[in-house]
């Protein structure tokens, strides 16, 4: 080990200072609003005349990258292995150069070995890391959340956590050899474990940092049939030590029972009546509002998590005994599987049945995100009906909210009282969330078409462009680059030289 260690630091390069166009999490910042302010972003998609680079994931990736440091952070599966020693169905977070998209490090994660809808097979990493610092958090597929140090092993095996070359195999296997592209976990929690969640599916979140503290959904959800919740006293929201991956505090909403599907909404940050607040979408379509933790100074205590106010979305949707209603398409409650925007006071979300288990029925809310106590009767400032199901997080820009749902549309919307400025059926079914940029709204769809619309109250549509495959994920933009994912490829489009 200590050759190896060796042997990497010969390899490391320092990461360089941040970038002042980095876009190190889900979201622009933590208020999770989806606009860039980057400028001169491309409006065409030429192979030869735009692509800075670009490079190959595996046959499955649903998230979204996130760019930081010179580095681009981008979860997918591993049937593109990059290093021979890992073989089969791995979930994989890649860490590659900005410059021109080669491999840093890679994470390697084994499978859950709970069942088919804990871990869905060749699903991948599907969060998007937190990038702050020199440190990467991100929630594996393991339902665990990890501290990486974004240098990887290339500078030596630092952190409390020493098993690297155990927790990158299944435990029927050996470990493995470490090299210098494998990812250096700082410390690990485990959230199935540590506090009673079942999974569904896959582990879904954005870990929102504050202070000393990190803010996590649980993907706490239903088991096996859909019908049951087998963890109802789990949480769904927890705050872990920043530093340690300490459990300090968790969510007693109780809203366990009443989850339709899962909780795959990530925590939001945002100041309203002059502080900072916590806002979180849980599996019961109910919008919580909470403080963020504090410590005594006198007697180092954390104080816990506690709910300032409460806003339901559907408040005429089923409360009790929820999933008697799985697939009932007229009548069932509502979830929330977009991330809430805080904007001006304000929240912004997607809200409706289950695209798979629910009503059709959806809708794009504002909410007053001020006050306290019990908000559903006064907060809501307005609601457009959308079409069937949305899991689209909005963007807000200039007066406008820009935001889609998986019937295809995408929306134009005042952000000030909700009337439509305009809509739009794309080519396909839209699972990711537009983004703002340079005067322009860009969206894919799960049927490979790139659209390019004009972030203007009247329809301009600037570009289509047909892609390789299905895109999941959501465009980013960091300096000056705008980055695409599809199934098997992330291109880095750059506006042409002229």
Not at 292 to 309: C, D, H, N, Q, Y
Request: charged share 20%.
């Amino acid at each position: 080990m200590k050759m190896l260690l060796a042997g990497c630091f010969a390899f490391w390069v320092s990461v360089s200072p941040n970038f002042a166009g980095d876009r190190p999490q889900w979201g622009n910042d933590f208020s999770r609003n989806m606009v860039s302010n980057e400028r001169n972003l491309p409006d065409s998609f030429d192979l030869t005349n735009n692509l800075k680079w670009k490079a190959r994931l595996g046959s499955e990736t649903h998230a979204t990258p996130v760019i930081a440091k010179g580095r681009v952070l981008l979860g997918t599966n591993n049937d593109e292995p990059r290093d021979p020693k890992y073989q089969g169905d791995r979930s994989v977070l890649l860490c590659l150069d900005e410059a021109d998209g080669h491999l840093i490090w890679q994470l390697v994660v084994p499978k859950l070995t709970n069942g088919f809808f804990w871990d869905y097979p060749k699903a991948g990493i599907c969060s998007p890391a937190t990038i702050q610092g020199d440190r990467v958090y991100i929630i594996s597929n393991l339902g665990e959340v990890l501290c990486l140090d974004l240098n990887g092993l290339a500078n030596g095996n630092d952190g409390s956590f020493r098993d690297e070359a155990r927790h990158a195999v299944p435990d029927d296997l050996p470990p493995v050899t470490l090299s210098a592209t494998d990812a250096d976990i700082i410390w690990r929690f485990d959230i199935i474990k540590q506090c009673g969640v079942r999974q569904h599916d896959q582990a879904y979140g954005s870990v929102l940092v504050h202070g000393d503290y990190l803010y996590v959904n649980t993907s706490n959800g239903v088991d096996d049939t859909h019908k049951e919740i087998h963890a109802p006293d789990a949480p769904s929201l927890i705050v872990l030590e920043k530093a340690t991956g300490r459990l300090v505090a968790k969510d007693t909403q109780r809203i366990g029972p009443r989850i339709f599907h899962s909780t795959w909404s990530p925590p939001t940050l945002g100041k309203a009546n002059g502080k900072d607040e916590i806002f979180f979408a849980g599996g019961d379509g109910v919008i919580y509002g909470f403080e963020p933790l504090t410590k005594s100074p006198a007697s180092g205590e954390v104080s816990g998590l506690k709910r300032i106010w409460r806003f339901d979305c559907d408040p005429t949707g089923p409360k009790e005994n929820v999933h008697r209603f799985n697939s009932n398409r007229q009548e069932s409650p509502s979830n929330i599987k977009s991330t809430p925007v805080f904007y001006d006071g304000r929240l912004y979300v997607t809200v409706g049945g289950d695209f798979w288990w629910g009503k059709n029925k959806a809708w794009l809310q504002c909410i007053d995100a001020s006050g306290a106590g019990e908000r559903t009767a006064e907060a809501l400032v307005w609601s457009l009906p959308i079409d069937k199901h949305s899991m689209s997080t909005p963007s807000v820009h200039n007066g406008l909210v820009f935001t889609a749902d998986t019937s295809r549309h995408v929306y134009c919307v005042d952000a000030a009282s909700g009337k439509v400025y305009w809509s739009h059926e794309t080519d396909g079914e839209i699972w990711g969330s537009t983004l703002v940029g340079d005067g322009k709204v860009y969206l894919g769809t799960r049927r490979g078409g790139l659209w390019v619309f004009a972030a203007e109250k009247e329809k301009k549509i600037i570009r289509f462009a047909q892609m390789d495959g299905p895109m999941d994920g959501s465009p980013v933009a960091a300096n000056g680059v705008l980055y695409v994912t599809t199934m098997k490829w992330l291109y880095a489009f750059q506006a042409a030289r002229k």
